[in-house]
């Protein structure tokens, strides 16, 4: 099922004398709103505090802590929450796009919960960083948001309310984000979400054979010195 065109409930609105132009015109504008905050809000933010994240770790020396599983942990969720911001900027929203977002934003949660939960029991987790934590999960849930409040038809067809649901995944053919943006974007989630835990992982992999237990060497034995004979008792024998 394609997207309503936000233009048809502005046309609408026209009919109705109670509305005024300026009510028309923030009708028309609210996609091109949304996709503006999701690039200059959501996605800085996400990656702001990701990036402020793998500060803490580092700070923390994960790499002799809580380690390599922990590493792995942080680039599921990162994958997670970059799931429903690439999809909103990049791909068509219908209910298949919905439905991913909304998985992935509940697997996230739970990811997230196993991330503590295990770094707790081996290192140090300060309040700042439960604070980053914290940040990092409102961040997929305001992308998911968006994209269900700005798609309310799409939604309702997710639940069986609006027509047939299409869960095809397509890329942006209205009104796409231009060449440059894109490769911008696809830039910033490179420089700033992927390579700092890509350095995090490389880290806690050369450290790990310094914390895996060595074998006890067995301590060579003495050899037993020969006391020579007595010359004396020798001869007196």
């Given at each position: 099922?394609?997207?309503?065109?936000?233009?048809?409930?502005?046309?609408r609105a026209l009919a109705d004398p109670s509305v005024r132009p300026r009510d028309v015109r923030r009708a028309l504008g609210v996609e091109t709103a949304t996709r503006r905050w999701l690039i200059g809000g959501v996605l800085p933010l996400w990656l702001g505090a990701g990036l402020a994240d793998w500060h803490r770790h580092r700070r923390t020396h994960i790499e002799t802590t809580a380690g390599t599983r922990e590493s792995m942990i942080h680039?599921?969720?990162?994958?997670?929450?970059?799931?429903?911001?690439?999809?909103?900027?990049?791909?068509?929203?219908?209910?298949?796009?919905?439905?991913?977002?909304?998985?992935?934003?509940?697997?996230?949660?739970?990811?997230?919960?196993?991330?503590?939960?295990?770094?707790?029991?081996?290192?140090?987790?300060?309040?700042?960083?439960?604070?980053?934590?914290?940040?990092?999960?409102?961040?997929?849930?305001?992308?998911?948001?968006?994209?269900?409040?700005?798609?309310?038809?799409?939604?309702?067809?997710?639940?069986?309310?609006?027509?047939?649901?299409?869960?095809?995944?397509?890329?942006?053919?209205?009104?796409?984000?231009?060449?440059?943006?894109?490769?911008?974007?696809?830039?910033?989630?490179?420089?700033?979400?992927?390579?700092?835990?890509?350095?995090?992982?490389?880290?806690?992999?050369?450290?790990?054979?310094?914390?895996?237990?060595?074998?006890?060497?067995?301590?060579?034995?003495?050899?037993?010195?020969?006391?020579?004979?007595?010359?004396?008792?020798?001869?007196?024998?």
């Amino acid at each position: 099922m394609k997207p309503r065109p936000p233009h048809l409930a502005a046309l609408r609105a026209l009919a109705d004398p109670s509305v005024r132009p300026r009510d028309v015109r923030r009708a028309l504008g609210v996609e091109t709103a949304t996709r503006r905050w999701l690039i200059g809000g959501v996605l800085p933010l996400w990656l702001g505090a990701g990036l402020a994240d793998w500060h803490r770790h580092r700070r923390t020396h994960i790499e002799t802590t809580a380690g390599t599983r922990e590493s792995m942990i942080h680039s599921l969720m990162m994958t997670e929450a970059g799931i429903p911001v690439a999809l909103g900027l990049f791909c068509e929203v219908n209910p298949g796009v919905l439905a991913t977002c909304a998985g992935a934003l509940a697997v996230h949660g739970a990811t997230a919960y196993w991330d503590v939960t295990y770094a707790e029991e081996r290192r140090r987790v300060t309040p700042l960083e439960q604070h980053i934590h914290s940040l990092l999960e409102v961040v997929p849930l305001m992308a998911t948001g968006f994209l269900t409040v700005l798609y309310w038809d799409q939604a309702r067809a997710l639940v069986g309310r609006n027509g047939r649901p299409d869960f095809r995944l397509r890329l942006k053919r209205r009104d796409p984000l231009s060449c440059r943006t894109q490769i911008a974007l696809l830039t910033a989630m490179g420089v700033f979400g992927a390579l700092p835990h890509a350095e995090e992982m490389i880290r806690c992999l050369r450290a790990r054979p310094a914390l895996e237990p060595q074998p006890t060497a067995t301590p060579a034995l003495t050899p037993t010195l020969a006391i020579p004979a007595d010359p004396e008792h020798a001869a007196a024998e």
